[in-house]
């Protein structure tokens, strides 16, 4: 998934918590394509900002939630939302680019325009009445029996407005019965234009958009079936947490009695995708989404970074080993600075050689014992650094495998304690390599 999997670094300022998320947290966009169920391109960017821009605080964070709640709850109600592509661009860029004088027919002088002008000022307005017209009739009626926190109902009371104002199930209606003529569609005209020059209409479109996006989110959330996480000042603790992007995934439990947690396994036994998928349920909840797992609970952290998946950087010239000391320096810059951090790093510090990276591996997890308020989570193959990790406070958890009939078997079972196993050798020799290369002298 690349080094960096979830959000984009950018810092803000906003009331409450303040939560900083550096250039190595971004969101794969496979992930965000799962809550992508957006129709226009102004929704779709909107969609794609909220996964990648600036990082919410703490009750913006709940706000979200609180409106995703409300879809999920009435979902049955609000899945139906749907309108014509087609039809969505032409009539936003009519009542928001088009002159409407150009299209005005002024009652006793109509005989003076062109029926031209006169006959694509009709059409025009009858693609307007068309494209609100199931808004009107089916869905606004649903929306007013929905308890949207209020800052979010004054946005669909935008809507509701504009279709109030433009009179729909009458021209409709007058347009199925043969009878609309320039008369009404002036009158239309004249509501466009009163409601464009008070900036009410971009104002309407832009809620619009958002209804959208919120829709489209919580689309994501009902299908995925995600849990939304709880805030609390206790450490991040995760029930029946999964990837959504693997079938048929195992389902773990993770809790954080520590702030350090060394994760060991074999190769090809889950470990990054369980680191992933950990952070993901974070990065996801600070977002103010719904998560993977079957119960969340998450403290409010204040900066983020996962060295997943690392390699050089050639148009910035740093090497493999060169990023991850960037990296590490990073976080380690922010726990000084007083921030609750969360960190993953995966196989720490194996862009050097074995001796240089138990030293360096030995020395991190001692300086990070006395940023108690975050939590760090390293994986690793080297056991050599079991010895010198006496009188260290961290968890040690392993992916659980074992040989069965010569080959390796691994069940992604999350499991107290270290992992002896080594699959290295056993993967070369069943890839036929022994054969193919011959013995190794110093064997």
């Known amino acids: 998934m690349g080094s960096g999997f979830f959000m984009s670094g950018r810092s803000f300022a906003a009331l409450g918590h303040i939560i900083h998320m550096p250039d190595t947290f971004q969101i794969p966009r496979e992930i965000v394509s799962l809550f992508d169920h957006t129709r226009s391109r102004p929704a779709r960017m909107l969609l794609e900002d909220f996964f990648s821009g600036a990082a919410p605080s703490l009750p913006e964070i709940l706000r979200r939630q609180e409106i995703l709640k409300t879809f999920v709850r009435h979902w049955t109600e609000l899945q139906h939302f749907s309108y014509s592509r087609y039809d969505f661009e032409e009539v936003m860029e009519f009542t928001m680019q088009a002159d409407y004088f150009a299209y005005e027919v002024p009652g006793v002088l109509v005989s003076l325009f062109p029926s031209a002008t006169r006959q694509s000022a009709r059409g025009k307005c009858v693609q307007v009445l068309f494209f609100f017209e199931r808004l009107d009739a089916y869905y ?245 650094i079991r010895p010198g990790l006496e009188g260290v406070q961290f968890d040690a958890l392993h992916l659980e495998a074992e040989i069965e009939n010569g080959m390796p078997r691994h069940t992604f079972r999350l499991k107290p304690g270290w992992s002896d196993l080594k699959f290295g050798r056993l993967l070369f020799e069943k890839a036929g390599l022994h054969e193919l290369l011959g013995s190794n002298p110093s064997n």
């Not at 004249?190 to 958009?209: G, N, P, S, V, Y």
């Not at 991850?324 to 862009?351: N, P, T, W, Y």
């Not at 360096?360 to 108690?372: C, D, N």
Request: glycine residues 8%.
């Open 140 to 384: 606004m009626p649903l929306l007013e029996k929905v308890a949207f926190p209020e800052a979010f109902r004054e946005k669909v009371d935008r809507i509701r407005k504009l279709l109030s104002r433009l009179k729909i199930r009458r021209g409709v209606e007058a347009v199925h019965k043969d009878r609309f003529g320039d008369r009404l569609a002036s009158l239309i005209l004249r509501e466009l234009t009163d409601m464009k020059q008070r900036k009410q209409l971009e104002k309407c479109w832009e809620a619009f958009h958002e209804f959208e996006m919120y829709w489209s989110l919580a689309k994501g959330i009902v299908t995925l079936q995600l849990t939304f996480p709880e805030f609390t000042g206790e450490p991040l603790r995760l029930e029946g947490f999964y990837h959504p992007l693997v079938a048929n995934a195992v389902r773990n439990d993770f809790t954080a009695r520590s702030n350090i947690v060394l994760l060991t396994g074999p190769n090809m036994g889950g470990k990054s995708t369980a680191m992933k998928s950990i952070g993901l349920c974070v990065m996801l909840g600070h977002l103010g989404l719904g998560v993977p797992a079957k119960q969340c609970v998450l403290p409010v952290f204040d900066a983020f970074l996962a060295a997943v998946n690392v390699t050089d950087d050639i148009t910035g010239g740093l090497s493999h080993y060169m990023q991850e000391v960037v990296h590490l320096q990073r976080i380690v810059k922010e726990a000084v600075a007083g921030k609750r951090c969360f960190a993953l790093f995966d196989e720490l510090f194996s862009g050097t050689n074995t001796e240089e990276a138990v030293a360096l591996i030995l020395q991190t997890v001692h300086g990070m014992q006395r940023f108690s308020s975050g939590l760090f989570i390293i994986s690793t193959h080297l056991h050599e």
